[in-house]
């Protein structure tokens, strides 16, 4: 089976900072997400890559940056941290078209802390 | 708009009841429909889906979930929970609305005591 791996497990940072998150996935497939998961809130997307080098704007991409310059990977930057800002973001990859009838893969989360 | 209610934010039940967890979508069609579940400090993974045929779809541990067309609903159920099924439940549907995209309900927290 495969795995996706997030790094780092928890990010502290300060107002202002830029902050990247990244994502590897070894199941070889073409879709991948990130999703930012509040409490009471479900999960949101941010931005999706259907393909290498491919980026889609999700419903809440306003304050962030991603990168997708490998098929197994796909990266997700904070542009300037909110004071305060807590939030778990997860990243999840599928097989063929995004939003479809495939499952989503999720790796274990990425929780971040702004000072 | 589209969207995904779960209208319990958190279920207390015993080992060894009874289970539903509640959850209603708002779209004209029928969408695909999931089921996830968060254990603690873990990604979602998923319990069951449904797409079209048998409304009445069987899951992983012992989890099913039927889909209701006039009631545009898709509860979730377990015949008998045991103190491991605690977790986050979030249902999910995958929508055409501008485009395709799947659309999260705000989850249930489910705590099973002994």
């Known amino acids: 089976g495969g795995i996706i791996t997030q790094t780092p497990k928890f990010l502290i940072g300060q107002e202002g900072q830029k902050l990247t998150l990244k994502c590897q996935q070894n199941?070889?497939?073409?879709?991948m997400y990130w999703y930012r998961q509040d409490s009471g809130k479900g999960l949101r997307l941010i931005y999706y890559?259907?393909?290498?080098?491919?980026?889609q704007k999700g419903d809440l991409s306003e304050g962030y940056d991603a990168s997708r310059e490998k098929k197994s990977s796909f990266s997700l930057t904070v542009t300037s941290a909110q004071k305060n800002e807590m939030a778990v973001f997860l990243c999840?990859?599928?097989?063929?078209?995004?939003?479809?009838?495939?499952?989503?893969?999720f790796g274990h989360g990425t929780k971040l802390s702004v000072l | 708009a589209q969207s995904v209610t779960q209208p319990d934010a958190r279920v207390t039940v015993s080992e060894g009841a009874s289970l539903q967890l509640r959850c209603k979508y708002s779209y004209s069609g029928t969408p695909y429909l999931f089921w996830y579940v968060q254990y603690q400090r873990q990604g979602l993974q998923l319990l069951l889906k449904?797409?079209?045929?048998?409304?009445v779809v069987q899951g992983v541990n012992g989890f099913e979930a039927e889909f209701s067309k006039s009631d545009s609903s898709f509860h979730l159920r377990k015949a008998s929970v045991h103190w491991s099924d605690s977790a986050v439940y979030f249902c999910a549907a995958s929508i055409t609305s501008s485009g395709q995209k799947l659309v999260f309900g705000q989850g249930t927290i489910l705590k099973v005591y002994l």
């Open positions: 890559s259907i393909t290498e080098n491919d980026l």
């Open positions: 199941f070889n497939h073409d879709t």
């Open positions: 999840a990859s599928s097989m063929g078209q995004p939003f479809s009838n495939e499952r989503l893969f």
């Open positions: 449904y797409y079209s045929g048998d409304p």
